[in-house]
């Protein structure tokens, strides 16, 4: 049971450091809520949506692989943590780059609203279609499960991503319609960007430090 805690704990984690990693999904859901909270909070939803379905594929997929070919649950980790580095790389490196939503700040057309259904397409269109995100799943569930996922385990999972998805860009979408949050979000970017990509490199490090070791 201590075991079960531990990953799932651990995969909350690294699921919420990278739902908070700007990227498509951050933009998407940012300049949605600039012009209509309902409809950011319905994008947010699709979000949520997304990282169930990827959540789903991720548990049944990679236990079969797991179970037919052994090996690849260490080639796995050690391509997904050099992605991971990569990728905290990205964040770090483009922190002062300006977020695409800023320039949308004053474009609240009232034509936005009453598209929750259409909105929450979107975001789950966008969730999905990201590749990155798949990549990120992977790896992480690489790093966390157990080679036999217990059924506690394997319910439980999906539910958490969930709901750390969900709640992650409904906080985004609350905060970004708001016009005081969204200015403090843009004057502490760059921090809060490399504080982002530091932790996904370290993350990727341990991956890689794992399938080195073989475990």
């Known amino acids: 049971m201590m075991d079960t805690t531990l990953s799932l704990l651990g995969i909350a984690g690294a699921m919420t450091v990278g739902a908070m990693s700007p990227g498509p999904s951050f933009v998407m859901v940012a300049r949605t809520a600039v012009t209509s909270r309902t409809d950011g909070l319905a994008a947010a939803l699709g979000m949520g949506a997304g990282g169930l379905v990827f959540a789903i594929a991720a548990l049944v997929g990679l236990q079969a692989a797991f179970l037919a070919v052994p090996a690849l649950y260490v080639a796995i980790k050690g391509l997904g943590g050099a992605y991971l580095v990569y990728l ?96 403090a979000y843009l004057r502490y970017k760059v921090w809060i960007d490399r504080a982002a990509g530091g932790v996904m490199g370290l993350l990727g490090l341990r991956l890689i430090w794992s399938a080195v070791r073989g475990n």
């Open 88 to 183: 905290g790389f990205r964040i770090w490196s483009g922190a002062r780059q300006p977020l695409a939503v800023a320039a949308q700040e004053t474009d609240g057309s009232p034509r936005q609203q009453g598209r929750s259904g259409r909105t929450f397409l979107l975001g789950l269109a966008t969730q999905v279609s990201n590749p990155k995100t798949a990549v990120v799943y992977a790896s992480i569930f690489a790093a966390f499960l157990p080679r036999e996922v217990p059924l506690v385990l394997a319910l439980a999972v999906p539910a958490v991503i969930f709901c750390i998805e969900t709640g992650w860009y409904a906080i985004v979408a609350l905060a970004l319609s708001s016009a005081a949050p969204r200015s």
